[in-house]
């Protein structure tokens, strides 16, 4: 079970202010460590959080509804599809998952950037739609890497694992679509990546509020003014 969700921290950008909320998306196979990322950035990072996706499958292990998903039957599912309320959605392992267009604008109306955890046919129909929507792609080093870590797991049969195993070489092939990389070898190292990831963009001139930009600028108007 996810705890903790939700901004702790407090925003330190040094003076600098953005124009609007970002949508980082976190991709990979299953398996490869993207909720443990998605936890950690929710914990440590200030004014980033999780969008909670929905989902026909069935529930599993610790997980909490409405906490890890929304957990609903397909014919809800195909409800809410038909009253146009996802930002994308698709089949994933046989069931059906979705970003609800809802849940994201709550997180940007409050002001702070948001982060999906989403497979590679979401994320590439949002960027679509949003080009400034940050796609990160998380890989595992082998698949051989992948198959123990779900087996681990103990959460899915050997059925499961199978198909889970065999989307992952499917949507490793959509990683020169992302705009991030990152290998999880060392989960330490790959926290510390996706976390500078997330810094980077926050500061990136193009996101940057221009009435910022001008105070910046007008304060060296006044400099040139200067006698010395
Ligand atoms: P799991 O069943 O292991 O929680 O998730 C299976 C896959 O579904 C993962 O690759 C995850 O990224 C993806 N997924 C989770 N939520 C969404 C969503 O809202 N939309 C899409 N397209 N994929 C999702």
């Not at 500078?196 to 006044?222: M, W």
């Amino acid at each position: 079970m996810k705890k903790n969700r939700g901004t702790s921290k407090a925003l330190n950008m040094n003076g600098h202010r953005k124009k609007e909320s970002i949508l980082f998306i976190v991709s990979g196979p299953s398996g490869v460590g993207k909720s443990t990322l998605c936890d950690y950035l929710e914990k440590e990072v200030a004014s980033l959080k999780f969008s909670v996706s929905t989902t026909t499958r069935p529930i599993r292990g610790s997980e909490v509804d409405g906490w890890d998903y929304i957990f609903t039957d397909e014919e809800q599912f195909k409800k809410l599809i038909d009253q146009d309320e996802f930002l994308e959605w698709a089949i994933v392992h046989d069931h059906y998952y979705g970003t609800q267009k809802k849940i994201v604008d709550t997180l940007i109306e409050e002001g702070v950037d948001a982060i999906v955890d989403i497979d590679v046919q979401g994320g590439l129909s949002i960027k679509k739609n949003d080009p400034s929507a940050v796609l990160i792609f998380i890989a595992p080093p082998k698949l051989s890497d992948l198959e123990q870590r779900l087996d681990n797991r103990g959460t899915d049969n050997s059925k499961t694992i199978k198909t889970r195993l065999e989307n992952a070489r499917i949507e490793m092939q959509s990683i020169k679509s992302y705009d991030y990389l990152i290998v999880n070898d060392s989960l330490e190292e790959s926290k510390e990546l996706i976390k500078s990831i997330i810094t980077t963009e926050r500061y990136k001139v193009h996101r940057t509020d221009p009435e910022f930009i001008q105070e910046i600028l007008n304060k060296f108007k006044a400099a040139a003014d200067l006698k010395l």
